[in-house]
DNA sequence: ACTGAAAGACATTGACC
DNA sequence: GGTCAATGTCTTTCAGT
């Protein structure tokens, strides 16, 4: 993992339908030293997957919201039952007066009241504390050209 | 926006490195048609781009913390602001006590203490309050299936 | 809108440095 | 670990339905 790798993983961030020539020019490598580091960053599980990304809207998610969940036991087993709701596409087990951060998108405002009541069905759960957000600034990948990782 | 552009978008954020042939079948479609609805889907921007899933961990980050960000003025012109510090992967104005909601990736703790220092410098941000996670049950796209939008 | 096929570009592999 | 060149596959386009 050193600069090249991560200038590569910043590249494929930013379109990951380039060419492998294009991909080694922007690094200063040939093509096929490109497909053969990224075959190794897939390898490695730097690269987890290659992905679209999906305009929330045009699939009908207008509402986002970021749930603290409050609970009366441990909650460090309870991944399956989150994921067993398909609105929440985040869920952290948080450090604090709450145990589990979730971000849940919905179409609509009754929605998310509904994935609310769903998460207050979970074995555990004391209470919730949505947040809706209003405005989303922005939402991008975590540049790895600012890391000084191994 | 049909159930098939909906099975295409699933399909391709499970993995957008499959050809349109395989893509077609899964959605029943031939190799030419499957690809004129996914260019279609990108060109009205339901598709953002293709991109990477990074590991954080692979490239050096392996704090993440959410802080809310009180402020004494208007912050809905303070995008740029968040925007110019890297480690910051999310920004949002919400609702509520606090005005924005950031999610932020750092390599250390003490790097997220600098990154804390430099959003209190930001123009009418009076106080923060962080959220260090401590375990990620999961980070996932959403589904465009189970949405009943247009 | 979809099908099927043709043409060209690209991924992928291997021989060599 | 890298370059360069080959082979095979896939993207991309287009005539036809």
């Known amino acids: 993992m050193d600069h090249i790798d991560r200038a590569l993983l910043a590249q494929l961030q930013q379109d990951a339908t380039q060419s492998y020539a294009a991909l080694g020019q922007a690094v200063g490598l040939s093509a096929g030293a490109a497909h053969e580091r990224v075959r190794k960053l897939r390898e490695r599980g730097a690269i987890r997957?290659?992905?679209?990304?999906?305009?929330?809207?045009?699939?009908?998610?207008?509402?986002?919201?970021?749930?603290?969940?409050?609970?009366?036991?441990?909650?460090?087993?309870?991944a399956q039952e989150f994921a067993a709701l398909p609105e929440i596409v985040e869920a952290h087990v948080i450090a604090g007066s709450a145990s589990v951060l979730v971000k849940v998108?919905?179409?609509?405002?009754?929605?998310?009241?509904?994935?609310?009541?769903?998460?207050?069905?979970?074995?555990?759960?004391?209470?919730?504390?949505?947040?809706?957000?209003?405005?989303?600034?922005f939402e991008r990948p975590l540049s790895p050209l600012t890391e000084t990782g191994t």
Do not use: C
């Open 105 to 137: 998108r919905t179409r609509t405002t009754e929605q998310l009241q509904d994935v609310l009541r769903r998460i207050y069905a979970i074995k555990g759960v004391s209470g919730t504390q949505a947040t809706v957000v209003l405005e989303t600034f």
């Open 49 to 78: 997957r290659t992905t679209v990304d999906v305009d929330p809207a045009a699939v009908g998610s207008a509402v986002l919201a970021y749930v603290m969940v409050e609970s009366t036991s441990w909650m460090g087993d309870s």
